[in-house]
């Protein structure tokens, strides 16, 4: 999916982006999809390289890659259980049990 969006990970974020998308199957619920995740993982990764490369000077951007995908990147994407969506209380009718 990274070279679908011409996407060079760095072998820190390649490592990183492994253990998170481990992490992510190991912790799935029933709403876990694995393309979807990916795709949305991948979405947001590209998301914060766009917003990093738009930070730099132009003077600086012109000398950085700008398919290199790097640890920077992937800040966002925390090993903890307590960043999912599904973790929040919900409204509506609780089922009996």
């Not at 390649?14 to 993982?41: H, I, P, Q």
């Not at 917003?51 to 398919?67: F, I, Q, T």
């Amino acid at each position: 999916m990274l070279d679908q969006s011409g996407l060079i990970p760095t072998p820190e974020a390649e490592e990183y982006l492994k253990s998170y998308l481990a992490f992510l199957y190991d912790c799935r619920d029933k709403y876990f999809g694995n393309a979807r995740t990916v795709r949305n993982v991948v979405n947001e990764a590209l998301k914060n390289q766009n917003l990093r490369l738009a930070a730099l000077p132009p003077e600086e951007r012109k000398n950085v890659p700008n398919n290199l995908l790097t640890l920077e990147d992937l800040e966002t994407f925390k090993l903890d259980k307590s960043t999912f969506a599904f973790n929040r209380q919900t409204i509506g009718f609780k089922a009996r049990g």
